[in-house]
Structures are given as structure tokens and as C-alpha cells.
Nanobody, 122 residues
């Protein structure tokens, strides 16, 4: 089970840190990622982190602004977002994949959190 949190209403240039707490069976998980879905748009990839924490992959528009990380002791994944832009407004979902490698495809992810909403005003 994945539980996402940390969203909110912020201004452009502000920062937010999203959290994704994992519970239950995690021994088959190969990677965890973040996706987002803006109103009227399809869900899109944001970032992914290997389960070991050694490898990351980001969507081009967030490179240099977002950072994905994980706290093994807390079984929690994070997405630090700074600086935020109005085009980052979306519902953000965390997900876990049992596939090897780092994927940006939604179908590669078996487990999904409920989403947390991020609104960035200009």
C-alpha cells in the first residue's frame, strides 16, 4: 500500500516536498516513481528511483528542479520540488514497480498511491 501526502497550494517559486509511505510487502519492488496528472491531461511521468537508491531518472521539464529520494528506515519516498512553476499544477501520484530497470511508462507500475494535489499559482 502506498500513501502520498504533502501537496498544497503554493506560489510560483516556492517549494514543496511530497512523501509516499509504503507499507506491506515490498520485497518485489524494483523501483518507485512519481507521476502527475493535470486537469484534462493524461498521467505523465515525473521521476523514478531504483529500490537500491543508486539510480534516478527524471522527466526533462523537472530536471534540476525536482529531486527524488528515499528513507529506507521509514520506508518512505520523497519528491522535493523547487522552484515550482504554474505548469507543475497537477495531482501527483506515487507508484511502485516490480519491473527491473527504471521505467517512465505507467503500465510498468503495479502499485499506486491515491494522489496528492499540488496547485501552483502565478
Amino acid at each position: 500500500q502506498l500513501q502520498a501526502s504533502g501537496g498544497g497550494l503554493v506560489q510560483a517559486g516556492d517549494s514543496l516536498r511530497l512523501s509516499c509511505a509504503a507499507s506491506g510487502r515490498t520485497f518485489n519492488i524494483e523501483s518507485m516513481g512519481w507521476f502527475r496528472q493535470a486537469p484534462g491531461k493524461e498521467r505523465e511521468f515525473v521521476a523514478v528511483l531504483s529500490w537500491s537508491g543508486d539510480n534516478t531518472y527524471y522527466e526533462d521539464s523537472v530536471k534540476g528542479r525536482f529531486a527524488i529520494s528515499r528513507d529506507n528506515a521509514k520506508n518512505t519516498m520523497y519528491l522535493q520540488m523547487n522552484p515550482l512553476k504554474p505548469e507543475d499544477t497537477a495531482v501527483y501520484y506515487c507508484a511502485a514497480s516490480t519491473w527491473s530497470g527504471l521505467s517512465h511508462y505507467t503500465y510498468a507500475y503495479k502499485f499506486w498511491g491515491q494522489g496528492t494535489e499540488v496547485t501552483v499559482s502565478s
